[in-house]
């Protein structure tokens, strides 16, 4: 019997530090359940001392997780493992999770202590973790560049404490396979008592390696593996959870372990992870890309033809492609859209707001002849942001475009309850459209990114929109969708103003130090 390899998601935290991606309460629920149906063994959802939405999102996951241990993150501070323990006190299964640094440049330059008192620190705080959930793990920050004979010390310590994970990072994505794998393997055989504790890595993607030094971690001994949906993360992100996953399942002629993961899951995850953070997966991304399991190459068509394993060492129904799916359309009653939607993970919190869903999805049935899953999850995305801290509405927008002609806009927005008319000119109807809009917001925000996507196939298909803007340091993303790419641009730009002008903003992990 192999040993079992635990998938730690962290999406939820390290993948909502990407710049733009912070998520709302209802939405990390939404991709919570998500895993939760993948069969996820950890899901890490926040990091609960950031701040009160932090705290709140994670208090919600919580509630709602019943089969999946639910994490959060905390600092070796007891105000951190004390708002974490508060967080999670609803949950049926919690692990608190608390990091501090241990490379030399870490403990001299940041935290300004000497290495006994990090260590006192480090077992403090997971005696402190302790109080509340009998599951703790615990992470010496920037491991990667920690000296071992410290590592083994406070890892020997922080078991000693309660720690029955201990979670090896490279924070910032600097190892190689090779070395990395050696480390685990070492730090397993000198710490006298690892034998009562599960090793995790949690690896970075600076150099492209996270999947690649996580997968040696595991040819090593390490039996949890810290990852993301998509890779998602701040930098260049973290470990890819859909790869990670794929390579244990599909070699296990090379790797000593199982996973329970539910593979089928995977590619409605990363949709759904995609559609609500707004970053979209490349289309030659491993496992979740759109041309993951496409073949052009008239050799390699002739191959898959005749016997599939000549090209395919995985099978696309097995990660989630072509999975039945009901479609709805205009004659779709109320009952069989509510139930598509449960069988999606979402449920609606009263009467009023399913109403309100259905008839958003019998104005989109008007407009294009076959809703699918994607529509549905974009559509309940857009409500969210709607209904979130909505202070700028778009009302109605119209445009002119003619051969030779300057294209322009006129735009009519409601800013709290009043109407205002914006117009302008641009090098195309989508420009005039933001100009407009810019006109009556006055942002002065820099436009990072504009991305334009289609959500399903075909002309009808609605246009998923998204823009990043930047102003003062603060970094935003806004999302819209609809079959007109021209008013899908202008409400993803709304969407974003709309954020921009939230007065109270979020603090990420790494303002103090992050895994």
């Not at 300004?112 to 997971?126: G, K, L, N, S, W």
Request: charged share 25%; glycine share 8%; with cysteine.
């Amino acid at each position: 019997m192999s040993d079992k390899l635990f998938i730690f998601d962290t999406t939820l935290r390290d993948g909502e530090q990407s710049p733009g991606a912070s998520m709302t309460r209802d939405e990390k629920v939404r991709i919570a359940r998500a895993l939760e149906r993948m069969k996820v063994d950890i899901i890490e959802a926040g990091f609960p001392a950031a701040s009160p939405g932090d705290f709140e999102g994670v208090q919600a996951v919580a509630r709602a997780i019943k089969d999946s241990v639910v994490c959060g993150l905390a600092r070796a501070l007891d105000r951190d493992i004390d708002r974490a323990g508060e967080a999670l006190k609803e949950a049926r299964q919690a692990r608190i999770h608390t990091f501090i640094a241990t490379s030399p440049i870490h403990m001299q330059r940041k935290l300004r202590m000497t290495p006994e008192q990090v260590i006192e620190h480090a077992v403090r705080a997971v005696t402190r973790a302790r109080k509340y959930t009998d599951d703790v793990e615990f992470s010496p920050e920037d491991a990667g560049r920690s000296d071992e004979d410290f590592l083994c010390r406070i890892l020997a310590a922080v078991i000693e404490a309660g720690a029955t994970t201990l979670n090896i990072p490279d924070t910032v994505g600097y190892s190689l396979p090779e070395s990395f794998g050696a480390t685990i393997r070492r730090l397993r055989e000198r710490i006298p008592n690892a034998d009562r504790a599960i090793f995790s890595v949690h690896c970075h993607n600076d150099l492209g390696l996270a999947v690649a030094n996580s997968l040696s971690a595991v040819l090593n001994g390490a039996r949890q593996v810290e990852c993301t949906i998509n890779g998602l993360g701040e930098r260049a992100g973290n470990a890819a959870l859909e790869e990670i996953v794929m390579a244990v399942r599909t070699r296990k002629d090379v790797f000593p372990c199982h996973i329970d993961i539910d593979t089928r899951e995977i590619v409605a995850c990363s949709k759904l992870v995609s559609n609500i953070t707004g970053f979209p997966v490349q289309p030659n991304k491993a496992i979740v890309g759109a041309n993951a399991f496409a073949h052009e190459s008239g050799i390699h068509q002739d191959g898959v033809l005749k016997h599939r394993e000549t090209y395919e060492i995985m099978r696309a129904e097995d990660v989630g492609w072509t999975a039945n799916r009901m479609v709805l359309g205009k004659h779709s009653g109320r009952n069989a859209f509510k139930t598509r939607m449960q069988e999606l993970g979402i449920e609606f919190a009263s009467e009023a707001e399913l109403n309100d869903a259905f008839q958003r999805f019998k104005d989109l049935a008007d407009k294009k002849h076959e809703i699918f899953d994607e529509d549905l999850q974009a559509l309940i995305t857009e409500a969210g942001a709607e209904a979130e801290d909505e202070r700028v509405k778009l009302v109605s927008l119209k445009v002119c475009a003619e051969t030779g002609e300057m294209p322009s806009a006129r735009v009519i927005l409601k800013i709290e309850n009043e109407e205002v008319i914006g117009t302008a000119q641009g090098g195309g109807v989508v420009d005039a459209s933001l100009k407009a809009i810019e006109s009556v917001v006055g942002t002065q925000a820099h436009l990072l990114l504009y991305s334009v996507n289609s959500i399903t196939t075909g002309t009808d298909a609605q246009g998923e929109v998204t823009v990043r803007l930047e102003k003062g340091g603060r970094i935003v993303n806004g999302q819209g969708a609809d079959t007109d790419i021209v008013i899908a641009s202008a409400k993803a730009y709304i969407n974003a103003v709309n954020k921009l002008l939230i007065s109270r903003q979020r603090m990420h992990p790494q303002v103090a130090g992050d895994v």
